[in-house]
């Protein structure tokens, strides 16, 4: 063969062997559903259905942790905390792809009883056989290594770790430092100790935490969402109606969709930009496949 | 002249038999059982608002109505039981000692197992009455000092500061113990647990200042059963010595007044009435035991003419006088606060000058008991010694939540007023300050924002700058700089309680004091 015959058929195989490398080995794009509407249990099974149903997250048998923002002594309305009726439709998704047992909880900020009270969701799931609402127990935090950037160990819930699902039902509110609280944030919920010292460098400290416990499926409840004044909130004029929810299993995604509603560029929040660069999702929506359910 | 106990033959004495069933017994029990059940379901249930008057035994307590009317001059409805039971004892005689308090039905439990020996003389007397006009003058010379010796607020404070903290502890930990036995298969015995801790326990592990205080004045009460029965109740209790007074000229009268000549049994039965051979009217708490175990069916309570005033007690000048010098000076003695104890002073919501809260506290323990987040701890020193129980907030420990107002639905006398809740959320405890020292921005060029997060006021008391600085290492950076919006800001203590800084809170809140120079 000539020299120059050999050194095309190199330089067309090497192209050709990336060209096939990337895209059959390549990742599929994530996938972000948004549902939209007044009937808030019904938006909540369109979006899981939109991400395959919800026989793609739970099997039978399972013991699913579905988490939500209870962290407020705040009624609904006020859009500190997740929905009720959000949460009580996800419960009951989950029961009937054959879960063993629901867990929901939260680490509250203000005080336990009142928030749980008044966040209005263990009212919402009393009752639903299998479904336990409980406050969150010194004895079973467990120490675990972590070994990340900020943080080496730190307490986490062992209902949590030791949970075949996990789901994160985080509420969109605004907050000073990190500019909103979204996904990735909700995970706090899940810590305990002294958690105000992780904020000194936030981003990295909730990148190690979502690196050591997995988020399966992450829906943002946007049905109602805080625009100032967060996370606490407390005035009816910094909430707004949205009456969405963004499901996804790509918590970065996820994060960076529900940052539009906020009027708010996804690389202007620093926790998202954090997570994404430590590889827990996707931050560039353009790479991402929307999904209006 | 008292005739000193002895007994040369054997007798079975009253004192160690069963208890006798009357209907004063009957009563006793439901009482202390209202009174049991009342304490229990003080507390946050699921409610803004406390359903039942868990303070009414305060607010029917005549001890209570009287101090608070010398000390504030006013009289508040809130306290109009107390009214009631005076004019019921005006007409019963002092039946609230045998039929209704709660001390006194615990005494009557217990005192059976104690042994006895010879009374106290030393206690006989006008001892009980020289300490009422004490309390009582002093309470006119505006220092309200009954609270520290009414036998309930005696019985409140040694359940909630020492028993029942500790009978939570003792089934937490065994609770605690089961999971690191069990693990996960504890929760076998998950519903038992919960049912106790949502119903009967104190849901948070909570050690009071002052417990050991507590303890020891509630057993000194029972160590003085060694002496004879109802020792308290007869000889010190300023709330019975009250009842005492207007029961001496009460309508119902026991007859016979005296001792039968061929009996006598009554010297025996009685606890608290016969130590002469005339009955004491004043002591008289009508438990009707001699009524139940006189042989000949002699004793009866029957409405009497009045036979002329005959006193109370004796020398009524002595003590009057000795009780208003001493009324006016002795809590003077007391008096002095330190300065620095002064500027973190934080009482309850709504509370507007310590000088008029300290006339009207009664130092019952219910605000400290119900309150939600256990930001409420008796004061020791830092009121003065005169001070002593009344509460104030300790932020770092536990602040007062937004968005309740137990305390002052529990208040028996309005000391900490009931606001209603939007009333309450702007009431006033004093206002935080930074400690630049210590807060990460100001002194480490570390983001932290904590404090602005948990602030409960909608508007946010606490705001921040955005600055731009260079780090240590000169790399530049971006810093959000707290400060307090004095304007907004109620002194609720969330953002000490939550500051991460580990050696000290970085944000404290401090009482509004007026100086004066």
Redesign the interface.
Known sequence: MKRRDFLKLCGSSLLAGNWLARNLWAKEPSVVAVSEGKDYAQITRSVIDALGGIKRFVKAGDIVVVKPNMGW?RKPEFAATTHPIVMKTIAEECLKAGAKRVKVFDNP???P??SY??SGIPAALKGIENVEV?QM????YKKTKINGVALKEWELYADAL?ANVFISVPIAKH???TRLTLGCKNVMGIMGG????I????EEALADVNSTVKTHLVIVDATRILTN?G?????LN?VKVLNKLIASTDMVAADAYATGLFGIKPTEISITVTAHKRGLGEIDLTKVKLIKA | MTRKVSNPEPVTRDSQRPLKITTARISQLLFLAFFLVLFVITD?R?QDEISVAVNSFFRADPLVLVSFFLASGAFTWLLLPGLLTLIFTAVLGRFFCGWVCPLGTLLDLVSGRIRKTAPLLLLRGNLKYYLLALLLFAALFRMNLAGLMDPMALLIRFLTFFLYPLVGYFFRQGW?GL??LLG?HRDVLDGGY?FLRNYLLP?RETFYPLAFLSLLLFAAILFLERYERRNWCKNLCPLGSLLGLVAHFSIFRRLPARLCTDCGDCKEHCPTAFDSEVLQKSNCIRCLECHARCRFNRVKFRPAMFKGPSPAFSSTRRVLLTGALSGFLLPRLFAFKHPANESKLLRPPGVAGDDQFLRKCVRCGECMKVC??NALYPASLQAGLYGFFTPIVIPRLGYC????NLCGQVCPTGAIPNLPLDEKKKAVLGLAVFDKNHC?PYAKK?????C?????????AIR?ETVEENDYAGKKLVL?KPYIVENLCTGCGICEY???V?EKAAVEVFAKVKRKI
Do not use: A, Q, W
């Open positions: 002594d900020c203000n005080e009883r009142r009270e008044n409980k127990e010194e004895e079973r030791s907050h000073s430092l002294n958690r105000g010292y904020h000194r460098d936030i004044h996370p606490s909130g407390g005035s910094d | 946050y699921g605690v999971y690191s996960d919960t849901f939600s987040r939540e937004y968005n309740c990460l570390l983001n932290c924002m904590v602005e997060e948990h602030c409960p006021i909608p508007d946010k921040f959000k939550v500051c991460p580990e």
